[in-house]
Structure formats: structure tokens, C-alpha cells
């Protein structure tokens, strides 16, 4: 089986959900993870923190640089992920369509590489 990235993504301008709204939103991120987890397609997962607490490291030059933050302005960031275990691209954006809805939000949907 083809293990494949679901991302979910912010953008700039987005809403912020409330106290109140992202309750619900945590449990059914809740009830979407105790699925894929009982289905045996679940290979790890999380949620990241704020961009503002990135590090960014480059070691392409002669010394390293660390910096914080992203590398670059964007006007989107990755604020969490799964890394399933699906058959097909079929599957893995069927479970995609799950996961935009249960965590309100943008899903990519990226298979790894072969070995």
C-alpha cells in the first residue's frame, strides 16, 4: 500500500474559530483519527504548533543559519497532518474529503515517494 500525506492548511484571513467552535471541531478530528485508527490505515499524525514557532534551519551554504519563523512570507501554512496507508489516490482523497470536514479546514492530499 502507498502511504499518503493528508495536510490541512491555513491561509491568512482566515477565521479564527472561537472557544465555542473549535470544540466540535476537535471532536470530530477526534472521531475521523479513532476511525482510520481502527481501520488499520493510520501510520502517525498531529497537529503543529503556530507558525510563529518555527525554526527554520539552512545548511546549503558554508555555515548554518537558523532563523525563526518560516523561510519565507506565505500567505499559507501547514497546521496539521495524518500519514495514512491507502491503497489508491482514490481512497486516500476519499478519506481526505472526511478530514477537510471533520477539522473545518483545506486537505492536500500528497503520496510519499517510492523507496
Not at 481501520?39 to 498531529?46: A, D, K, P
Not at 501547514?78 to 500519514?83: A, D, N, S, T, Y
Request: hydrophobic share 45%.
Amino acid at each position: 500500500m502507498t502511504q499518503y500525506m493528508l495536510s490541512v492548511h491555513h491561509r491568512v484571513g482566515d477565521p479564527v474559530p472561537s472557544e465555542d467552535e473549535i470544540q466540535p471541531i476537535f471532536e470530530a478530528v477526534d472521531r475521523f483519527n479513532n476511525k482510520i485508527t481502527a481501520e488499520g490505515i493510520w501510520v502517525f499524525g498531529g497537529g503543529l504548533e503556530p507558525r510563529e514557532t518555527a525554526v527554520t534551519v539552512d545548511n546549503t551554504g558554508a555555515e548554518a543559519v537558523v532563523s525563526d519563523g518560516p523561510f519565507a512570507e506565505s500567505k499559507e501554512w501547514l497546521g496539521g497532518f495524518w500519514v495514512i496507508e491507502a491503497p489508491d489516490l482514490e481512497t486516500a482523497v476519499a478519506l481526505a474529503k472526511e478530514a477537510s470536514a471533520a477539522c473545518a479546514g483545506q486537505v492536500e492530499v500528497r503520496p510519499f515517494q517510492a523507496e
